[in-house]
């Protein structure tokens, strides 16, 4: 059987994107015991030169949905970056990002494979297929900004494990 363009993004997109989700909550839920303001979380960074939570949250949303529409349109065109928002406003960032991930349709997404796909990034344009961007821009570019925000979490006393940033896995039935 073969793995269809919908199967590699908006599922796999799906997973993370839900744990991402279920991590903010189990940071709201430790701040909470614990007396902490999660808005102290908006700027953290795991290292001066590294982008702070905020961006991280947003980056994992844009490359998660705009990533897939960019497979309807032909680029990757997301909005303006927010800049630091409340805690609250980004757990609301990742529910909008399930929403609209769950309204992708199989075929129309299918029907996107094989054509062509430009990202311009300041003065340099990229070419890609569906495929190629989904598989070495869109997911890989992901998965690090949501292990970052994972970390940073983690590294501010977050009870997370590995389970917590895997999500729910999607296993076979037989």
């Known amino acids: 059987m073969r793995t269809s363009l919908y199967d590699l993004s908006v599922p796999t997109f799906?997973?993370?994107?839900?744990s991402i989700g279920g991590f903010l909550d189990r940071a709201a839920a430790h701040c909470?015991?614990?007396?902490?303001?999660?808005?102290?979380?908006?700027?953290?960074?795991l290292f001066d030169d590294m982008a702070p939570f905020h961006f991280q949250i947003e980056a994992a949303w844009h490359h998660s949905v705009w990533g897939v529409e960019a497979?309807?349109?032909g680029?990757?065109?997301?909005?303006?970056?927010?800049?630091?928002?409340?805690?609250?406003d980004l757990q609301a960032m990742i529910g909008k990002a399930e929403t609209a991930l769950e309204a992708f349709v199989p075929d129309e997404i299918d029907g996107c494979?094989?054509?062509?796909?430009?990202?311009?990034?300041?003065?340099?344009?990229?070419?890609?297929?569906?495929?190629?961007?989904?598989?070495?821009?869109?997911l890989p570019n992901f998965h690090f900004h949501a292990v970052t925000a994972y970390n940073i979490l983690r590294s501010?006393?977050?009870?997370?494990?590995?389970?917590?940033?895997?999500?729910?896995?999607?296993?076979?039935?037989?």
């Open 71 to 73: 497979l309807r349109t």
């Open 156 to 174: 501010r006393g977050v009870p997370l494990g590995k389970r917590d940033y895997e999500g729910r896995l999607r296993t076979s039935s037989f």
């Open 75 to 88: 680029a990757f065109t997301p909005p303006a970056l927010v800049g630091p928002v409340p805690f609250a």
């Open 14 to 18: 799906l997973q993370t994107v839900r």
């Open 113 to 138: 494979a094989g054509k062509h796909l430009d990202l311009q990034i300041g003065p340099r344009r990229l070419a890609f297929t569906p495929e190629t961007f989904i598989l070495s821009f869109s």
């Open 32 to 45: 909470s015991n614990t007396g902490v303001d999660p808005d102290d979380f908006v700027n953290a960074r």
